[in-house]
């Protein structure tokens, strides 16, 4: 389990420019709180949470790069599902606790990848698949190992 933290500039479509398997996830967005133009994302992102499958994450923020304020996007295994995910508390990124401690876990425990907008400024990468991690980190200098930022 590996995480970062980048505290810039990056959106979050930037973001998932480095996660090339995506499409073989489903996604839960929690915690939403974002500002797209568009009529139709708006209304998708407008309810407590949105389940969508990879391809139409992607094809959404392809559509728009808008900004988060806040927001948790994770990813699940497609043999997973949405009622199952339910019965567990949703990740939240205002006031989680957790990202500020060691070790670094996921707050849904059956998520492979996180990826929260925390306060419009800074987002948290945490996945089982450290080799995500390691990219942003080789290729942004603002992504720091965020094992060693809680430190």
């Known amino acids: 389990m590996k995480g970062c933290i980048i505290n810039n500039e990056l959106s979050i479509s930037n973001i998932f ?9 489903n996604w839960l967005i929690t915690n939403i709180e974002c500002y797209p133009s568009d009529e139709e994302i708006a209304r998708k992102l407008a309810d407590e949470y949105c389940w969508i499958e990879g391809k139409d994450l992607l094809q959404l923020l ?12 994770s990813a ?9 995910i339910l019965k567990h508390n949703s990740p939240y990124a205002d006031g989680y606790k957790g990202f500020w401690t060691n070790p670094i876990t996921l707050q849904h425990p059956l998520a492979v990848t996180e990826i929260t907008a925390w306060d419009g400024l800074t987002i948290l990468v945490i996945t089982k698949n450290n080799e995500i991690v390691n990219t942003l980190i080789e ?13």
Not at 62 to 73: A, L, S
Not at 76 to 84: G, T
């Open 139 to 151: 290729k942004h200098a603002f992504a720091q190992d965020l094992e060693n930022y809680t430190i």
């Open 17 to 25: 420019s480095y996660i090339e398997d995506i499409a073989k996830y």
């Open 62 to 73: 392809n559509k728009e790069d808008f900004q988060w304020i806040w927001g948790v996007f």
């Open 76 to 84: 699940f295994p497609k043999n997973i599902e949405l009622k199952e």
